[in-house]
């Protein structure tokens, strides 16, 4: 299996990532010398100056190295390059001196690139500089490390469409330019334009610049925001529920159709099914919920109610996994369709997890055309989208997507019941983490702080996170026997 892969392409990659870390943690190295002990800034500084030079030495040395990723190839580097960054990623924190164990640094760091709101560990009392780390973690994760490699380094002579493809969420990487680094370049410019946008909005309001920088990295990733008893007030606000409910819905849109509205396609986003579906589904939930809330007198103000109503229904459906209310009191019937919402998921090729709008449609038109079937069984009825046939190659793709999203789902379960807890912590942590949202009931509770979990269980956790990310099959592929005989593959 290994033999057949390219090591210098590995050393390359892995080298160029361990240089974008290092170069990442330096803005925490600064807030950490203003906010925290001596001892963590100094490890935070010796972290970032030992990842940069075990980052550029492979590259100098291998800087005329070009090469192209085959197939397998680009599955295993994907799932290679996440590992590794996640174990890169908790170093800062293990180091630091505040006591956490490593698995629980694994976690945090796993959690972060995955955009996956949770933690293990009290953020009240987090360092100032780890807590900039873990938001930072946050934003380079959202649209995805290796489509930042891919990005602004293509004189590496990296073939990133391999990776690039396996990386973004979504059925399929559309480019919206000549090359793959170019779709990149344009996804990271406007994702980085958006992330100014709501700094420059947030740090307006009441909030401090470190929470609103933060902030921006949590939310626009859609990895949820990190309030904290100083600035839960402000969240209360209007002002700032506005725009973090803006920024998240733009990441939470297809980023290539961002592109076509820029070359004058105006009715790019309006014209998409995708779209429409997703905002159809978030009006009509929304609404349901602000009815339910009223009738069961939970709310008396009909504003609070519509305002904490759409706060929580994007924070499901987006995957951010943000909480400004305790929606766990809530009636059953908000509450179920709360994690509806969560395991529909955002639409593809944006910065949300978990299934994707238009997988859940096209599911839909399958349902609706067996039963169309069932009447006229001699009839050829197509799946369409917009009026347009979904060709039957990728129908069955989808299709076999979301069998082995609930096949992992249902296996994850029995793993985490061997911690015991109850039914509810369990199933809700799993699906939690799954679809890389970080909400749960039960045990961690709206904040989702999974601590009451075992080492092993935290573990595995964060492991589902990363399988989450990267849409199960970059990741289940490897365990596969044709993927172990790549050079004698038999058909199934």
Known sequence: MFKNLKKKAIIKIVGALTLIEGIALLPCVAISTVYDNSYTVYSLLAISLIFISLGYVPLKLLRKYKFRLKAHEG???????WVYCSFLGALPFFFSGSGYTFIECIFEASAGFTTTGCSV??????????????????????????????????????????????????????KVGGRISSTGQFLYITYSVFTLCEFILLAAGPLSAFDAIVNTFSSIS????????????????????????????????NYTLYYYMINGRKKALTGNAEVRGFWLIIVVATILITLNL???????????????????????????GYYVCDYTKWPTFSTMLLFILLLIGGCSMSTSGSLKVIRVMVLIKLVLRGIFKQIHPR????????????PAERVGEITA?????????????????????????????????????GI???????????AVFSQFTMLYLSFLMIVGR???????????????????????
């Open 75 to 81: 599955f295993f580097l994907s799932t290679l390059c």
């Open 121 to 174: 560990v009290d953020l009240e009392v987090m360092a100032k500089g780890l807590i900039l780390w873990r938001s930072i973690l946050n934003w380079l994760g959202g649209m995805g490390i290796l489509v930042l490699l891919v990005s602004i380094l293509p004189a590496l002579g990296i073939g990133g469409q391999r990776i690039a493809q396996i990386e973004t969420a979504g059925p399929a990487l559309e």
């Open 222 to 253: 859609t990895g949820g925001l990190l309030v904290t008893a100083e600035n839960a007030a402000a969240f209360d606000t209007v002002y700032i529920r506005a725009v973090v409910i803006v920024f998240t819905l733009l990441s939470s849109m």
């Open 294 to 320: 009223i009738h069961e007198d939970i709310y008396t103000n009909a504003f609070s109610a519509l305002k904490d109503a759409i706060s929580q229904v994007i924070s499901f459906i987006s995957t951010s």
């Open 379 to 390: 009839s050829v009825k197509a799946v369409k989208i917009s009026g347009k046939a979904i």
């Open 401 to 437: 997507h979301i069998l082995l999203y609930f096949m992992v789902l249902f296996f994850s379960f029995l793993v985490v019941s061997l911690d015991d807890l109850d039914m509810t912590t369990t199933i809700t942590s799993v699906i939690g983490s799954f679809t890389n949202t």
């Open 440 to 450: 749960a009931l039960g045990g961690p509770g709206p904040m989702g702080n999974y």
């Open 470 to 492: 990267l849409e199960m099959f970059a990741v289940i592929i490897l365990f596969s026997k044709s993927f172990r005989r790549i050079n004698s593959v038999e058909p199934i």
